[in-house]
Nanobody, 119 residues
């Protein structure tokens, strides 16, 4: 129900834009986040956006990463600029989705997309 895409190999200082698209039966999406997991490290939170458009990003990426959402497309983006080798990780999106009006929301994870920052 969540599809993450946009990863790849980029040189230090470069940019990538990740996408997280929700599909299927969707009544509402309240909260979407990006996480990342570098080799040998624990998964860490990167950024979130609410359905009202409020955003926040981790201090480690502040000023370089921007999260946004297109409600009409049920898609959230993570614009990553000034990338560093330390940004190398598998990036995962997570969203709280209500499938039908009145139903509870459930947490869904995308499959992850690999970002490699290397010269």
């Amino acid at each position: 129900q969540l599809q993450a895409s946009g990863g790849g190999l980029v040189q230090p200082g470069g940019s990538l834009r990740l996408s997280c698209a929700a599909s299927g039966s969707i009544s509402s999406i309240s909260y979407t986040s990006w996480y990342r997991q570098a080799p040998g490290k624990q998964r860490e939170w990167v950024a979130f956006v609410t359905n009202a458009g409020s955003t926040n990003v981790a201090d480690s990426v502040k000023g370089r990463f921007t999260i946004s959402r297109d409600n009409a497309k049920n898609t959230v983006y993570l614009q990553m600029d000034s990338l560093k080798p330390d940004d190398t990780a598998v990036y995962y999106c997570n969203a709280w989705i209500q499938s039908h009006y009145g139903d509870p929301q459930y947490s869904y994870w995308g499959q992850g997309t690999l970002v490699t920052v290397s010269s």
